[in-house]
Structure formats: C-alpha cells, structure tokens
T-cell receptor
Framework: DVKVTQSSRYLVKRTGEKVFLECVQD?????MFWYRQDPGLGLRLIYF???????EKGDIPEGYSVSREKKERFSLILESASTNQTSMYLC?????????????FGSGTQLSVL | GNSVTQMEGPVTLSEEAFLTINCTYT??????LFWYVQYPGEGLQLLLK?????DKGSNKGFEATYRKETTSFHLEKGSVQVSDSAVYFC??????????FGAGTRLFVKA
C-alpha cells in the first residue's frame, strides 16, 4: 500500500516564525499536493507539483511556498506564520495526471499558530 | 467555476438505519466523481468513485450513482454501523486534474 508520511502530527508555532511541513511518499508517485482543511470549508488546495522542481499554485497560495527537490518529498513552507494559518494541513499524492486517479493522503499535521 | 455542494452535517443515525448524504456538483466537461472518508485522527481515503454518467461506484456497502441529468452523486448505505462514524467528502476531478472537494459531512452512528 502507498504510504504518505507527514513529519509531525501536531505542531505549535509562534506568529512570525518560519514553519516547514514535510511530506514523503514511498510509491514513486508523480504528483503531490498540499491542502488545508478547515471546518465548513472542506479541503482547499494550496500548491501542487507534477514533477521534481516543478510547482503550481492552487486556490489559496498566499502566505505559503513549496519545495520539491526530490520526487518523493514535498515540503510546505510558511514564510512568516500568522494566526489565520492555524489549520489541519494534509499532504496527498497520486500516480499520474488523470481524471480517474485517486489521491493518497497522509494523516495530517494540526498546526497551531499562537 | 467547478464546485461541489454537500448536505450540511452533522448527521446522526442509529445503528442499522439507512444513510443518504446528498452531493451535487457544477463542472465543465465530464468530471470523475469521488467519495472520500476520513476516520477520526486519519487522513482521507477513497471510498468509491464513478468516472462517467450512470456509473455506480460501490464499496463496503456504500453506493453512489453518477447522475448527469441532475448533476448529483448521492452516497447511500442500507444499514450503517457505529464504525461508519466519520467525515465524508464528495469530490470531482475535471480536465484540470485538480480534485475539488465539498465541505464534508460528519456522520455519527449511535449504538
């Protein structure tokens, strides 16, 4: 089975800190995604990547950046954390670009910015 | 633009009750439709999918039929169990290859 691993389950940071959220997948998937999950809003796409060193903005990229130096690893960076970035962050991967492909998710990182 | 609308929760049912969670969508082209489930403390996992009109996806006793005429993909289960308590997300994928999720519906099943 595909495993998508997020480095931290819970994270507490202070306003203004630089925050790194790490995600690793072990099945050689081409595509990786970062979502944030908020009650009543569902999942919203922050950034995604179809290849190493390639990135595309999703629907809510402001305040975030990403890095994909290796195929299996996709990092989400909060340059200067703010309280409105308190949320559950979910990483996902998929095998290829297709309308039929399902997403494989990590367990999520609950980030609190104080 | 493309979007997914689900019924608001929470939905609370007794064990063995019939479940329906409504989902409608707006999309250009011919999307694929998905239901994902999120159990407490876990990420989302695929429950079922349908890739063209009139297809029925099914898994673990859950079913959903892709209805193009009503732009709907309602989730049903004939007899729910306590272990079905989770959050259910309807989603679509169009030619842009991005997955668009609904807001999610939380289900509580009482013994």
């Amino acid at each position: 089975d595909v495993k998508v691993t997020q480095s931290s389950r819970y994270l507490v940071k202070r306003t203004g800190e630089k925050v790194f959220l790490e995600c690793v997948q072990d099945m050689d998937h081409e595509n990786m995604f970062w979502y944030r999950q908020d009650p009543g809003l569902g999942l919203r796409l922050i950034y995604f990547s179809y290849d190493v060193k390639m990135k595309e903005k999703g629907d809510i990229p402001e305040g975030y950046s990403v890095s994909r130096e290796k195929k299996e690893r996709f990092s989400l960076i909060l340059e200067s954390a703010s309280t409105n970035q308190t949320s559950m962050y979910l990483c996902a991967s998929s095998r290829q670009v297709s309308t039929n492909e399902k997403l494989f998710f990590g367990s999520g990182t609950q980030l609190s910015v104080l | 633009g493309n979007s997914v609308t689900q019924m608001e929760g929470p939905v609370t049912l007794s064990e063995e009750a019939f479940l329906t969670i409504n989902c409608t969508y707006t999309a250009t082209g011919y999307p694929s439709l998905f239901w994902y489930v999120q159990y407490p403390g876990e990420g989302l996992q695929l429950l079922l999918k349908a890739t063209k009109a009139d297809d029925k996806g099914s898994n673990k006793g859950f079913e959903a039929t892709y209805r193009k005429e009503t732009t709907s993909f309602h989730l049903e289960k004939g007899s729910v169990q306590v272990s079905d308590s989770a959050v259910y997300f309807c989603a679509l994928v169009t030619g842009g290859f991005k997955t668009i999720f609904g807001a999610g519906t939380r289900l509580f099943v009482k013994a």
